[in-house]
């Protein structure tokens, strides 16, 4: 009888110990869930190619933080596989083409909470897309992370959902102001500028902000020029240019327009002192091999550098060269950044719960040295807004761009005036 007995403690030991098993197994399998990420990009029209680029990044920081790269050690997660914070879940990427179409990047972002049931979304390139698509997540609360989407009023609106990573149009403005000025005392003639933009939100933002600096700072403007991106013929615009002669000539434009402007300047032989470029257009990778012979010396803004081999961003670059068989650009580069910034704050709240997300995407705080970008860090306001956000200015040389400015960080002198087809 005694025997039977310690049997039967035995067999209720096991069990117990094997449903304790199974529970904890449980827990840890729904621990390791993927976090399933959400992303509006535009995939094909005028702006694939940037879309495009941006997907490949936005991969390419998945694989990072899924897999263990001890080789990059000072990015957030991407030592060890996973995150820590949720078991070792991996984040799991859905792209979606909204074709730069506000309205269907509107649906989109629906689809993707309402019947995909996404954790967070995440784009949208173009203002005007990521403009529409954001108030969906507001709705819902559900975190959008925004990586490059420079129109103001994206966070200018009350949202509590919205976190955007990038540099804005202020800040964009701001630090043209700084270059001019510095430019000025180095001995160039800057007496007026132009400002020519695309006229949707990411145009007319960045083209108010830049106006609006350039009166506070006492710089004439001497035209600005509005224009449809889809435009075809820019004969007219460029004229306007050449009678005016501004001493430098800012485009906030898209890829294809930015390409017919370079094109038509050089068919009507109009040559500015400078011509600086408002990152998109001029960062999309089909840009420079499109213009190189006959837009030398034209500037760029970029808060991306590969940096000198062996560096971290320089690794970074090599990863994503093999993937795509290009650099990395600064569009990609910032998209890549939010979206490990996205990683870094999903981590922290190790949860997908969407409160806790919010919570902790409000206290990130992350420094210089655990960034790929050159920004000062990532810290958000009130608004979603990242208050360590800033960028460089880059020119073209040869086949690539080169960093120029601040001074601080050139890896080569500064041109001017640019040389452009001469």
């Known amino acids: 009888m005694a025997k039977r007995g310690v049997n039967r403690r035995a067999v209720l030991a096991g069990a117990t110990a094997a449903a304790t098993s199974l529970a904890t197994g449980a827990r840890l399998a729904r621990a390791a869930d993927p976090v399933k990420v959400g992303v509006l990009f535009p995939l094909t029209g005028n702006a694939a190619a940037a879309g495009q680029a941006s997907k490949a990044a936005v991969e390419l920081a998945a694989e990072i933080v899924n897999n263990a790269h001890p080789e990059l050690a000072n990015i957030p997660l991407a030592k060890d596989a996973g995150l820590p914070g949720l078991g070792g879940a991996k984040l799991e990427l859905t792209f979606i083409d909204h074709q730069g179409n506000p309205s269907v990047a509107q649906q989109q972002a629906?689809?993707?909470?309402?019947?995909?049931?996404?954790?967070?979304?995440?784009?949208?390139?173009?203002?005007?897309?990521?403009?529409?698509?954001?108030?969906?997540?507001?709705?819902?609360?559900?975190?959008?992370?925004?990586?490059?989407?420079?129109?103001?009023?994206?966070?200018?609106?009350?949202?509590k959902w919205v976190f955007r990573v990038t540099p804005i149009a202020t800040d964009y403005a701001s630090t043209y102001m700084r270059f001019f000025d510095d430019m000025k005392k180095a001995g160039k003639k800057i007496g007026s500028i132009a400002v020519v933009n695309e006229n949707t939100d990411y145009g007319t933002s960045v083209a108010e902000a830049v106006e609006a600096a350039a009166?506070?700072?006492?710089?004439?403007?001497?035209?600005?020029?509005?224009?449809?991106?889809?435009?075809?013929?820019?004969?007219?615009?460029?004229?306007?240019?050449?009678e005016k002669n501004p001493d430098v000539v800012i485009f906030i434009s898209y890829t294809a327009d930015s390409i017919l402007y370079i094109k038509t300047m050089k068919n009507l032989d109009y040559l500015p002192p400078m011509v600086l470029g408002d990152d998109s257009g001029f960062s999309d990778p089909s840009f420079v091999p499109a213009i190189a012979d006959i837009g030398q010396g034209l500037m760029n803004r970029s808060a991306w550098d590969i940096g000198k081999p062996g560096t971290t961003t320089a690794k970074i670059n090599d990863m994503y060269k093999a993937k795509t068989g290009r650099d990395l650009d600064d569009t990609s580069g910032r998209n890549m950044q939010a979206a490990l910034v996205m990683a870094e704050a999903i981590n922290r709240a190790g949860s997908t719960d969407p409160a806790k997300l919010q919570a902790a995407f409000k206290a990130t705080d992350l420094k210089p040295e655990q960034l790929m970008m050159g920004y000062r860090g990532v810290k958000f306001d009130e608004t979603g807004q990242n208050i360590l956000a800033s960028t460089y200015l880059i020119q073209l040389k040869a086949k690539q761009y080169e960093l120029v400015w601040p001074e601080s960080a050139a890896q080569t002198r500064l041109e001017w005036p640019m040389k452009g087809w001469k």
């Open 110 to 159: 629906l689809r993707l909470i309402s019947q995909d049931k996404m954790h967070l979304l995440f784009g949208a390139y173009q203002s005007s897309c990521t403009f529409t698509a954001t108030p969906i997540a507001e709705r819902y609360g559900i975190p959008f992370v925004v990586g490059d989407s420079a129109a103001l009023n994206i966070t200018g609106r009350g949202f």
């Open 215 to 242: 009166k506070q700072n006492n710089l004439p403007v001497a035209i600005r020029i509005p224009y449809s991106a889809s435009t075809t013929d820019v004969s007219a615009q460029v004229l306007q240019l050449k």
